[in-house]
């Protein structure tokens, strides 16, 4: 087998120290124009490649950022867009940065306890949460050892960790306003999970506009799934049956939702007019078109990959707010 070659050949095909070769290889700027070129040429003849582990010893990074998803896989790869539109967006601006992307699924006690060992373990520079459920223990976890951390989303955790997320409360608030300013008065909400700072974030905003309208909040719980969303649906029903509108907290259970609807004999939207929440690529394509509050994935994924990048680089890093935006279709 051909012998790898190594710093050493590299310095004296270059004719410059192992020290200087170094420098250039990790990406110093303190080496003169024409040194750096001869050192570049000299890796490119002999073909030399860093060794990612020895250097990783000298400068304690690895290159490599985790994405952990707080999902069992089933959930993670199934038709709810959101996971795989952040995944793919988030892992772009990684490699754009020169940042190696490791997925991780947290989807039961078991495996929080492995992936909290390889996090803290210095196999990543940093690490992206999504999907957080309230009882999670890897955020205290990473606090603890002081490894760099963003979360996709408020987090429901009382610590100290820079976040992106949407305006969920105020979201929802425009969603129940536009159903109100449609002359609806009995507006029910299919809510998200209690466990998650999303669920709970609309659910107070749903509340806040019927509050301040002297109308009565009618609740149902859903998971974000579709499944949730038409089981919910059938719940309302049986408890206002004169019901008029609903706001579900996400478009697949807004999906849901217009399925009972249609198998009770429900006319969306002429007897009950249905708003959803994300604008998924499905929303458009439900029956009727699904008003929706337009939720920006893949903008929430980027600012995200900005705010680690920076606390990569000791910079503060502060949470981040992103708007939202109704988008009027047939469903109203």
């Known amino acids: ?10 310095a004296a095909r270059a004719g410059v120290s192992r020290a200087t070769v170094s420098r250039v290889v990790n990406g110093e700027t303190t080496v003169t124009p024409g040194i750096r070129d001869a050192v570049l040429r000299a890796v490119n003849e002999l073909g030399y490649v860093p060794n990612l582990a020895a250097r990783s010893l000298v400068t304690q990074r690895t290159d490599s950022v985790a994405l952990v998803v707080s999902e069992p896989p089933t959930r993670v790869f199934s038709d709810d867009p959101m996971f795989s539109t952040v995944i793919r967006s988030a892992s772009a601006e990684l490699e754009a ?3 190696q992307v490791v997925l991780m699924l947290v989807g039961d006690r078991t495996s929080h306890g492995r992936v909290e060992r390889y996090l803290t373990g210095g196999h990543v520079d940093g690490v992206m949460l999504i999907s957080m459920h309230g009882a999670d223990p890897i955020p205290a ?10 979360s996709y989303g408020r987090p429901a955790v009382n610590i100290a960790l820079p976040y992106v997320d949407n305006d969920n409360v105020g979201g929802a608030e ?21 466990d998650m700072i999303a669920g709970q974030d609309r659910l107070t905003g749903y509340r806040t506009v019927l509050r301040d309208s002297d109308r009565r909040s009618i609740v149902a719980v859903g998971d974000f799934t579709r499944e949730s969303g038409a089981t919910a649906m059938r719940q309302l029903l049986r408890d206002d ?15 849901g939702a217009l399925r009972t609807l249609r198998e009770t004999g429900r006319r969306v939207p002429d007897d009950v007019a249905v708003v959803g929440f994300d604008d998924i690529e499905a929303a458009s394509y439900a029956e009727p ?33 992103l708007p939202t935006e109704l988008v009027v279709r047939e469903s109203t």
């Open 174 to 194: 425009a969603a129940v306003r536009h159903l109100l300013e449609r002359g609806r008065r009995r507006i029910a909400t299919i809510a998200g999970p209690p």
């Open 141 to 150: 976890a990473l606090a603890r050892m002081r490894v760099p951390v963003v």
């Open 97 to 99: 940065a020169d940042k």
């Open 289 to 321: 078109p699904l008003t929706t509050m337009r939720h920006p994935f893949p903008e929430q994924a980027a600012a995200m990959v900005t705010l680690l990048l920076a606390l990569l680089k000791g910079q503060p890093a502060v949470p981040v707010i």
């Open 1 to 10: 087998m051909t012998k790898r070659p190594t710093l050493e050949a590299v």
């Open 241 to 255: 049956p004169g019901l008029d509108a609903v706001f579900a907290a996400n478009d697949l259970m807004a999906i």
